[in-house]
């Protein structure tokens, strides 16, 4: 008897993912009297607990497509406290976005993401050929290569905010051609220059773009925007960037001598990477020239795994000078907070933010508690 059940127990694991043999196989049993309906029962129960465990530990699921494709997506529900007077606080959806993508053949991948919170907004839609580790070309709409921080998945910020430059210098919120969410329309190429073994000691990215932004044509002028990025890893976790636009654009607010045409948008950058597995450092600086106006920043993070994988706390600081030719116009952001990982899909971060002026000082720091989460 004992034999039996045990061939009976093995019969319905392998055939578990077809639920309706399984119970086939255990009625016929139940009928020839060679298990108990008890005993039955209890297959039942752990090959449900079984297959409970293998869908939790799936990384991907099948989609009913023309072609294989990979859907995940993620939101961000945010919670501020703000001190300055005439601002409320309250809750907000920052980010609802869908991210499909998938591969035609080894050599030719897609991407299509949107995010709607607020209005539906396209941010990327582009394709990419992979001829082989030095030469992959992408064309559509994409993330510009410019800053490490405009390049690092939002998802995967270790604090809530983007820092002053990159809102202000990088096509997105603060911009003078307003905010694209660091990207754009054009073509790039990119790839290794120099390997050792399957690592890349230097790569790089050249696009041309129209300068314009997301989903828009360029109305600005006839020229196209470069961008060049070079990264140079030379140790596990340590990488050092620099990045270069040039261009023209159609400025939402341009300087007062580039009134009713284009001004120049141009843009350099440095920065400075080091990941380990509990301790990681960041820094960045950004130059940038739009019309007769320089504008520059820094900032700088420090962050440390208090518990590994899971409770980390994070320290940053961060200015930005909007006009270097004008006096007592700098803003300095003090950011401490902590991120608490539940999964590789959940997380929550409670940052506060103390902000000075150089002049007159404005009452205007802030909580920031933001919960992610993502499939």
């Known amino acids: 008897m004992r034999l039996l059940f045990s061939f009976s127990f093995f019969l319905l694991i392998i055939t578990e993912a077809y639920s309706q043999s399984s119970n086939d196989v255990l009625n016929l049993l139940i009928l020839n009297k060679s298990i108990s309906q008890q005993q039955a029962d209890s297959l039942r129960a752990d090959a449900a607990i079984k297959q409970q465990e293998a869908d939790a530990n799936k990384k991907s699921f099948p989609v009913s497509a023309a072609r294989l494709i990979q859907i995940s997506g993620y939101t961000q529900v945010r919670y501020q406290n703000l001190e300055e007077k005439g601002k409320k606080d309250g809750f907000d959806i920052r980010r609802a976005r869908i991210d499909l993508n998938g591969n035609f053949t080894p050599y030719l991948s897609y991407r299509l993401m949107t995010d709607f ?8 839609a582009y394709a990419e050929i992979k001829l082989n580790d030095y030469f992959n070309i992408t064309i559509g709409q994409f993330r510009v290569p410019f800053s490490l921080e405009n390049l690092t998945p939002v998802r995967k910020l270790d604090v809530i905010d983007f820092s002053q430059i990159v809102e202000a210098l990088v096509f997105r919120s603060k911009d003078v051609i307003g905010n694209q969410s660091g990207r754009d329309i054009g073509i ?9 073994g399957t690592k890349n000691i230097v790569e790089y990215r050249i696009g041309v773009f129209n ?11 006839k020229a196209k925007d470069i961008a060049v990025r070079l990264v140079v890893n030379p140790l596990k976790g340590l990488s050092f960037g620099s990045s270069y636009y040039n261009g023209w654009g159609k400025a939402i607010k341009p300087s ?48 440390y795994y208090l518990i590994p994988q899971k409770l980390q706390v994070v320290c940053k600081y961060d200015t930005y000078d909007p ?46 508690v933001q919960y992610q989460i993502g499939f």
């Not at 919170?117 to 990327?124: N, R, Y």
């Not at 009134?259 to 820094?283: E, K, T």
């Not at 950011?335 to 002026?357: C, D, H, M, P």
């Open 256 to 303: 007062s001598s580039y009134i009713g045409r284009s001004q120049p948008h141009n843009r350099f950058g440095l920065d400075i990477n080091y990941s380990a597995a509990r301790l990681g450092f960041r820094a960045e600086y950004i130059k940038g020239t739009d019309g007769s106006t320089d504008r520059a920043g820094w900032y700088a993070l420090a962050e």
């Open 323 to 368: 006009d270097e030719s004008a006096a007592n116009n700098i803003s300095i952001n003090y950011v401490g907070g902590l991120n608490y990982n539940f999964n590789s899909w959940s997380r929550i971060q409670a940052f506060y933010t103390v902000r000075k002026e150089e002049g007159t000082e404005v009452d205007n720091n802030y909580l920031s």
């Open 117 to 124: 919170a607020a209005s539906p907004k396209l941010l990327d």
């Open 188 to 196: 790039q190429l990119g790839g290794a220059l120099v390997k050792s």
């Open 211 to 221: 300068g314009s932004g997301i989903n828009i044509q360029d109305t600005a002028n």
